[in-house]
């Protein structure tokens, strides 16, 4: 069955520091990864899209790194700020056309000064 | 340049109404998709469409209908709510690297 796993399911970082978030897949054959930031109340925004020959993707303070041998994904945050606060969902796409984007449930991230 | 424009953001209905969610894209974007955001669940697809006239079903499509008369709008409807359609609503464009910012349905 075709999952996406995301952990941890909340975090709390002081603003400044750094946090990593991790993303596990099941899904096949692979066709690309995706880490979206969500606000409270808005949609989601794309933040990186990586396909199976790129293994990292930056986005301002935003990287996003894909090792597709062990089917894991991180999104790392540099210097947080009070505005990274949201969730961040990992949403994994399969090559077969009929399949859709299999959404992990998100990792809700709280920046405090 | 709006992007991707959903009306309403919020609406009540009660059990057995009717009422239809708006998208709106300007992009001339040919992918277009509905879904709905439950809490401790990952989006999940409700139905999309390729280009105007073409639709298809995704994983919950089961309470809604959809048309594509023609590239900028994609409607859904609710034929006859139901409480286990309480949910937010996203619409999405080319490919889902575009989000509306939500239709939030309560139906009591």
């Known amino acids: 069955k075709n999952q996406v796993e995301q952990s941890p399911q909340s975090l709390i970082i002081l603003e400044g520091k750094n946090c990593t978030l991790q993303?596990?897949?099941?899904?096949?054959?692979?066709?690309?990864l995706r880490w979206y930031k969500q606000d409270t109340g808005r949609g989601p925004v794309s933040l990186t899209i990586?396909?199976?020959?790129?293994n990292t993707k930056s986005n301002g303070r935003y990287t996003a790194t894909l090792d597709a041998d062990t089917k894991q994904s991180s999104l790392h945050i540099t210097a947080s700020q009070l505005s990274d606060s949201a969730s961040y969902i990992c949403?994994?796409?399969?090559?077969?056309?009929?399949?859709?984007?299999?959404f992990g449930k998100g990792t809700r991230l709280s920046v405090i000064a | 340049n709006a992007g991707v424009t959903q009306t309403p953001k919020f609406q009540v209905l009660k059990t057995g109404q009717s009422m239809t969610l708006q998208c709106a894209q300007d992009m001339n974007h040919e992918y277009m998709s509905w879904y709905r955001q439950d809490p401790g669940m990952g989006l999940r697809l409700i139905h999309y469409s390729v280009g105007a006239g073409i639709t298809d079903q995704g994983e919950v499509p089961n309470g809604y209908n959809v048309s594509r008369s023609t590239t900028e709008d994609f409607p859904l409807r609710l034929l006859s709510a139901a409480p286990s359609q309480t949910s937010v609503y996203f619409c999405a464009s080319m490919g889902e690297l575009f989000f509306g910012e939500g239709s939030r349905l309560t139906v009591l």
């Open positions: 993303c596990n897949y099941t899904v096949s054959p692979f066709s690309n």
């Open positions: 990586m396909t199976f020959s790129e």
């Open positions: 949403v994994v796409s399969a090559k077969s056309g009929n399949t859709p984007l299999v």
